[in-house]
């Protein structure tokens, strides 16, 4: 029997290709499942609630900003509502004082500021592995009280959903 060298060769290339072409590929991006959650009420109308990282930076921000002449952090608690979990909003409650107080409030006697403008940036910093229902990061926020020097904090964030109908929601927050 006489075998033909391009017949043999496409016979090989077949088999290699039904042997690894099913095989799973690093370089591939996977399609992530199409988020379908609501958009937030207002103010938060321009947060996309099914990217993390922008829930994690607006509710950072709005939690450490300070509009008024006196910073209550309760009330800015309060105010990021649409982007915390009912559960950390119960956790957390009467003690929210804590969380911005111990930054905000501080910063803002001292150097006589009416207003505490605060920018939230996701750092570069280690964080754990992201899931579909959790995100975590290290967020550096930038604090301008008045017109002196921009006080920066690192915060740890957590944002998590049960599905992908669901927005991202702050869960956890921790100042260091």
Same mark, same amino acid.
């Given at each position: 029997?006489?075998?033909?060298?391009?017949?043999?060769?496409?016979?090989?290339?077949?088999?290699?290709?039904?042997?690894?072409?099913?095989?799973?590929?690093?370089?591939?991006?996977?399609?992530?499942?199409?988020?379908?959650?609501?958009?937030?009420?207002?103010?938060?109308?321009?947060?996309?609630?099914?990217?993390?990282?922008?829930?994690?930076?607006?509710?950072?921000?709005?939690?450490?900003?300070?509009?008024?002449?006196? %910073?209550?952090?309760?009330?800015?608690? &309060?105010?990021?509502? #649409?982007? $915390?979990? @009912?559960?950390?909003?119960? =956790?957390?409650?009467?003690?929210?004082?804590?969380?911005?107080?111990?930054?905000?409030?501080?910063?803002?006697?001292?150097?006589?500021?009416?207003?505490?403008?605060?920018?939230?940036?996701?750092?570069?910093?280690?964080?754990?592995?992201?899931?579909?229902?959790?995100?975590?990061?290290?967020?550096?926020?930038?604090?301008?009280?008045?017109?002196?020097?921009?006080?920066?904090?690192?915060? %740890?964030?957590?944002?998590?959903?049960? &599905?992908?109908?669901? #927005?991202? $929601?702050? @869960?956890?927050?921790?100042? =260091?």
């Amino acid at each position: 029997m006489k075998v033909r060298p391009a017949l043999a060769i496409t016979g090989i290339g077949a088999m290699l290709l039904a042997v690894t072409g099913c095989a799973a590929r690093d370089d591939v991006a996977i399609p992530a499942a199409t988020c379908t959650a609501p958009p937030f009420p207002h103010p938060y109308t321009n947060v996309d609630p099914c990217a993390a990282e922008e829930v994690l930076t607006a509710a950072v921000t709005r939690i450490f900003s300070q509009s008024s002449e006196k %910073y209550d952090p309760a009330t800015s608690f &309060d105010a990021a509502s #649409p982007l $915390l979990t @009912d559960d950390y909003r119960e =956790r957390v409650g009467n003690s929210a004082i804590a969380l911005g107080g111990q930054i905000t409030s501080t910063l803002s006697e001292q150097r006589g500021a009416t207003r505490v403008i605060t920018t939230a940036h996701v750092a570069e910093d280690d964080h754990p592995p992201d899931t579909g229902g959790s995100v975590s990061r290290v967020i550096t926020l930038d604090q301008h009280l008045g017109d002196g020097p921009a006080h920066h904090t690192s915060i %740890y964030a957590r944002v998590v959903r049960t &599905d992908s109908k669901r #927005p991202w $929601l702050l @869960d956890q927050l921790e100042v =260091r």
